[in-house]
C-alpha cells in the first residue's frame, strides 16, 4: 500500500535530486522554512562544491592575469 505522505516525499525526492532549488521544493512542500526542507532532504541536494571551486580558481587565475 502507498501512502500519500510516500508520493510526498517521492516528489521532493525527485525534484532535488533534479536540480530544483531547495527554497523552490520547500514552498512546493508546505514547509514554513527551507531548513525542515533540509534537515529532512539534505542528502538528496547536489554537491556543487566542484563548481564553487572552479569559480573561485578562474577568479584567481584572471586576478593574477590582469597584474
Do not use: C, Q, W
Not at 536540480?19 to 526542507?37: E, I
Request: glycine share 4%; charged share 20%.
Amino acid at each position: 500500500m502507498i501512502r500519500f505522505h510516500d508520493l510526498r516525499h517521492s516528489h521532493a525526492s525527485i525534484l532535488l535530486s533534479g536540480g530544483v532549488d531547495l527554497v523552490k521544493v520547500a514552498a512546493r512542500m508546505g514547509h514554513t522554512s527551507p531548513k525542515k526542507t533540509l534537515e529532512i532532504y539534505a542528502h538528496l541536494v547536489p554537491n556543487n562544491d566542484y563548481d564553487v571551486a572552479d569559480v573561485f580558481e578562474m577568479a584567481l587565475k584572471n586576478s593574477v592575469t590582469d597584474l
